[in-house]
C-alpha cells in the first residue's frame, strides 16, 4: 500500500486558537480532503532553547543543546512530506518559538547523517501580521523562501493576512478559503512531483 502524504503544521505562535493556528488549521483541512494525514505542533509547549556555539563548518556541527526537546521535534520535521511554518509577524521577524526551530535545524541540516532526509519536502508559509500594509508578509515569506532553497526543498506557496486580535482571521472568509484550497493544492503537488499517491 502506497503511504499517505505527511503535512506537518509549526505553530510559532504561543496563542492557541490565535489567527495563525486557525489559518494552519484550514490549510490541514485542505491537505485531508487531498488525502494527507496531518498533524500539528505548538512549539511553545516545547523546550528548545536559542541555538549555543557550532562549528563554523556546517557538516562537522555537533548540537550541544539536544538534552532538550529539539531533536524529538526535528524527528517530527524530517519524518513529513510537507512542513507548514505557520507564524505571526514579531517585530518584522518571525516569533522566537519558530527562530528557535529554524536555528536549531543548522546543526543538522547539512550534517552526512541528515541532509538527505532535509531535502525534497514541500514547504508553506502561513503567517498573520497587525499592521496595514500587505508587504510585513514579506518578512516572512523573503527568508522562508531562501530557507527551503538551502534545505532543497520546494516552495510550494503561501498566506498572509493582516489582522490583529485574536481569532479575528474568522471573519475573513477568503483568507480561510485560500489556505483550504493551498493545502489540498499543495499535497497534488507534492504527490505528482514524486510521482507517487
Ligand atoms: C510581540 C509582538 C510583536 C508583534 N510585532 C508585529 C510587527 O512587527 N508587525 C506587525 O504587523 N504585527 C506585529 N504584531 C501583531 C501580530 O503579528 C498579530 O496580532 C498577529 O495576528 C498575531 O498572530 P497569532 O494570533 O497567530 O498570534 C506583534 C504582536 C506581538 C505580540
Same mark, same amino acid.
Given at each position: 500500500m502506497t503511504k499517505k502524504t505527511g503535512v506537518l503544521a509549526l505553530i510559532g505562535s504561543p496563542r492557541k486558537q490565535g &489567527?495563525?493556528?486557525?489559518?494552519?488549521?484550514?490549510?490541514?483541512?485542505?491537505? =485531508?480532503?487531498?488525502?494527507? &494525514?496531518?498533524? *500539528?505542533? $505548538?512549539?511553545?509547549? $516545547?523546550?528548545?532553547? /536559542?541555538?549555543?556555539?557550532?562549528?563554523? &563548518?556546517? !557538516?562537522? =556541527?555537533?548540537? /550541544? =543543546? !539536544?538534552?532538550d526537546d529539539f531533536p524529538l521535534l526535528l524527528e517530527r520535521f524530517l519524518s513529513a512530506d510537507i512542513v507548514v511554518w505557520s507564524t /505571526?509577524?514579531?517585530?518584522?521577524? /518571525?516569533?522566537?518559538?519558530? *527562530?528557535?526551530f529554524l536555528d536549531r535545524m543548522s546543526s543538522y541540516f547539512n550534517h552526512p547523517d541528515y541532509v538527505k %532526509?532535509? *531535502?525534497?519536502? #514541500?514547504?508553506?508559509?502561513?503567517?498573520?501580521? #497587525? !499592521? @496595514?500594509?500587505?508587504?510585513?508578509?514579506?518578512?516572512?515569506? =523573503? @527568508?522562508?523562501?531562501?530557507?527551503?532553497?538551502?534545505?532543497?526543498?520546494? $516552495?510550494?506557496?503561501?498566506?498572509?493576512?493582516s489582522v490583529y486580535q485574536k481569532g479575528k482571521v474568522r471573519q475573513m472568509p477568503e483568507i480561510l478559503e485560500a489556505? %483550504? *484550497?493551498l493545502g489540498t493544492d499543495a499535497v497534488i503537488a507534492i504527490r505528482e512531483q514524486r510521482g507517487s499517491q
Open positions: &489567527n495563525t493556528d486557525i489559518m494552519a488549521d484550514e490549510f490541514l483541512e485542505g491537505a =485531508r480532503t487531498a488525502g494527507a &494525514n496531518t498533524s *500539528k505542533v $505548538y512549539l511553545d509547549d $516545547y523546550h528548545v532553547r /536559542p541555538i549555543a556555539e557550532v562549528a563554523d &563548518n556546517s !557538516r562537522q =556541527r555537533d548540537d /550541544p =543543546r !539536544r538534552d /505571526p509577524v514579531y517585530w518584522q521577524g /518571525p516569533s522566537a518559538q519558530m *527562530k528557535c %532526509r532535509f *531535502k525534497d519536502k #514541500g514547504h508553506i508559509v502561513v503567517c498573520a501580521f #497587525g !499592521r @496595514p500594509e500587505s508587504e510585513h508578509g514579506d518578512w516572512i515569506t =523573503r @527568508p522562508m523562501k531562501i530557507t527551503v532553497e538551502v534545505l532543497h526543498g520546494t $516552495y510550494l506557496g503561501d498566506v498572509c493576512a489556505c %483550504r *484550497k
